[in-house]
């Protein structure tokens, strides 16, 4: 399979009542996030039947998707690199020489075409799987203070998109009980002036709580809830009782 004939199916699945409400949900209007971008009218769970199919595409053809007019073929072509890292990715492969060469690359193709994951939708499905999966594990291009490097730059970009990898990346890290990528780059994200960037950093902050401990994040909002800006904080504490919520809005509010 190559990815023209991907993108020729892809293309005769177009739902055109489905691509008016996509347009609208993914702000695709003059001056909103998604300006300008194209959409099939698929549903996720159609392009990620064709993912399943087109999962051992050749990797050199992965750009070609990537590279698409379509949200949903650049979807396709992301979620094809989610599964061929995940594969190179287990537990038996985690010190293979190839493997790591092999998750190298495709961490390289993905950052290459990092402004291509144009949409939040993109980066939350993609983000997470691979970079947040490559920073624990080993890497033939660098150890922590590289990966710590590659974040920063992704961060201290003047893509959103870029800028959100950064921080969504990390569900992944405080999955495996690792906080401390989460508290770095929302600290660095707090003040984001986008609000895509508020919610990422409340939800982040959550699941660091949540998978790792809630005594850090009672710490961090200790150290930010009073300036932090408000979506950032109602997704930091959803998860705890009515009473603590109330708690840390007071404080917001002081």
């Known amino acids: 399979m190559t990815a023209r004939e991907i993108i020729d199916y892809m ?3 177009r739902n055109e009542e489905q691509r008016r409400v996509l347009m609208g949900f993914f ?8 300006e300008g971008d194209e959409f099939l009218g ?10 399943q199919a087109a999962k051992d595409i050749a990797l050199e053809e992965v750009p070609t998707l990537l590279m698409s007019r379509w949200h949903e073929v650049r979807l396709c072509g992301l979620l094809v690199l989610v599964a061929k890292f995940e594969r190179l990715a287990t537990k038996r492969l985690q010190n293979d020489a190839a493997a790591i060469r092999g998750r190298d690359e495709i961490l390289t193709m993905y950052l290459n075409h990092a402004e291509q994951a144009n949409n939040w939708d993109l980066v939350d499905l993609s983000a997470p799987k691979i970079l947040g ?3 624990l594990l080993p890497s033939g291009l660098g150890d922590r203070a590289y ?14 998109w870029r800028q959100r990898m950064s921080i969504v990346c990390t569900w992944k890290t405080s999955q495996q009980g690792d906080a401390s990528w989460c508290l770095r780059y929302a600290a660095v994200h707090l003040h984001h002036p986008h609000d895509l960037m508020h919610k990422a950093v409340g939800w982040m902050l959550r699941e660091m709580g949540k998978r790792c401990s809630m005594d850090l994040l009672r710490d961090f909002l200790r150290q930010h809830a009073p300036t932090m800006p408000r979506t950032a904080l109602r997704y930091a504490i959803e998860k705890m009782s009515d009473e603590e919520r109330r708690y840390w809005l007071t404080v917001k509010e002081l």
């Open 42 to 51: 698929l549903k996720v769970p159609q392009t990620r039947e064709v993912v």
């Open 11 to 13: 293309e005769s699945l």
């Open 27 to 34: 702000k695709t209007g003059p001056g909103e996030y998604g």
């Open 147 to 160: 990966k710590l490097k590659v974040l920063d730059e992704l961060a201290q970009s003047q893509c959103l």
């Open 133 to 135: 999966h490559w920073l």
